[in-house]
């Protein structure tokens, strides 16, 4: 009859329904016989959702049937937060589908904290229950370093991570079957903060990093090689030992494809340490020996590390990659040899620039263009005249800019006609010189972009030029904007203007004086406002400039200013104002001239000689002769350039000519 009477029960959903009123019909419906009874009162048990009926929900886990789980835990998902305690309860259940049904469950809810109640359960007898806790703490702390990598405060972040190693370093202590695992996270935990890691397993006493060996060697993704490489730039000598040791062993047996992929993981900077430090340990040379067995796309990166080795032992490989197929190699190898002294040997070069290949020459001629110097261009310069175009110009290209780092060399010794000279021939071979000089100027010192400045003066009749002159005189260094000034005069009347109002307005007397001696034609009245401002200068040489360009303007009646200035107690501005005198038609200041020929100052004798020389009338010429016994040399020499030029005479220093009656 009671058959009879549950039968009736489940004629329709409806009626299935209304019999699971309470918690005793649904506990009484979910250990039933019936299937459809057992689910209908799972999602009963559910919705209601009181602790006993949760628990008792676990339970089912042991039915071991599949559907019944899969609907046990479509129940139990929503309310998994509030039955922790219960799931941590029964994972010590006595039935083995619970324990690992908890498990499974509580890696979805767990946090860091909760790491370590995982760690009894990975001693279970049940090997299911084993792997899912495996699993649920890698879950676990996979999803919390997620957390903790946005997490602003960094000392919260740090004891957390201190916590985490702390607590699998013991695990991995406890025993060889816990080691694996223990040591597994670990590496785990390092990917997501490999400075940390290395750091903490160096400073914590007691550790044997071997522990560690199996797991870098079985594990072959980016991640886990990243770490151990990263280990070589902790700067910790005993981590840097085991990696060595660790690396040295997996090259033994492994292609270096994977391991260079890694390598161009890192930062240059750090890439720099990495393959300085295998240098150092020899390794390198066992990437170098499997060179050839890897394919050209890694065997150019393999080159560009090179540069961070002690190259000097690795002439013999460079040398062996000269006769590599693909260009981009041997043009590299080139390139290194290049860069050492005792690299290339006699007609390596040779051997390139006479190549049948196009694209070796190419990259022998680039090469060359920055690294090569004067005693290259014999070789050069037969490539001016190559069937290819391409080879020709890159050539004169290459001519060009030998011979601007020449032309830099020797700068000092140049004067500027012969500096005009060989700027406009350079600028003929190279039509980018221009454009060359002003890409390198920002990374220039001050006394190189002064010499780029002169450069640029010769080539003035270029609108690239005067460009580049133009943003030169904005410069923060006074000497450059100085420099920059002189070019002035290349401008056109409509561009100047505007430059002029910033030039003369500049902080430093150098900009202001070059840029008034650089003043051509009528300038506007503002800017002759400005010279009228600098004529009162306290700064001799612009002081000076003003006044002779005012003269030239037509403005008279700066004499007085002019003899002043020969007055002045500086030497500098007394000899400013000589220099005046020889500049313009004053014949009433000759007096002073003369008187100055007495000055204990040598600079202002000289410019009184210079200034007697360019105005004076023949009779006061005549009146240098007591100078040529002059102490100073450089008054000497003036005087008797003076003599020569207007008398046609040419004296021994210290000899006067014989004086005859007239």
Known sequence: MADEQQNKTVVGADSERSQIGNVQDVLTLLF????????QAIAAAGQMGTPLLLRALLWKYADGVSIVSNAVDEALTPHLSRIRGILWR???SPMR?????????????AGLKDVGKFFPLLDDYELQVRDRTKQAIREVVGRELGSLENLDNLEERHQALSSLYRDFLALSASGRAKQQFGVEILVMIGVRSPNAFWHFLAETPGIDL????????RGTDQDSRMLLYRGLVAKEPRVEVFVLQTIRNLLQRELISGHLDVLNLFSETDKQTIVQTLDRA?????FIAKFWEINSVRQVDLLAMLKYTFMETHVDFLRSCLA???????SQALLLLAKLKSGLQQGDFAKALGSQNPETVLSAVAILSEEGTVESLPAIVPLLNHTSEEVARHAALCVARISERQLFSRFDSLGDKVLERIAKTLHRLNPNLISDISAKLDSLSGKEKAKSVRILLSLSTEQEAREALETLMEDENAHVRASAAKGVSGFSSDEVAGILDK????????VRANAIEEIAGSPNQRVVQMLFQSARSRHGRERANALKKLWELGYRGYELSVAQMIEDPDPYIRASGLWVVGEIEAPSLMKLVQDRLSDPQPIVRRSAVNAIRRKAESNQVRTLFPLLKDPDESVRHAVNMALKERLNLEMAPGHEPEQTGQ
């Open 32 to 39: 039933s016989e019936s299937r459809p009874l057992q689910l």
């Open 90 to 92: 029964e994972a010590s």
């Open 97 to 109: 589908r619970v324990r690992a049904a908890s498990v499974h469950l509580l890696r979805q809810v």
């Open 210 to 217: 071997n522990l560690f060996s199996g797991e870098f060697t």
């Open 282 to 286: 020899g390794l390198f040379d066992k």
């Open 324 to 330: 590599h197929p693909n260009t981009e190699i041997s």
């Open 503 to 510: 030039l003369l307005q500049d902080e430093d007397p150098r």
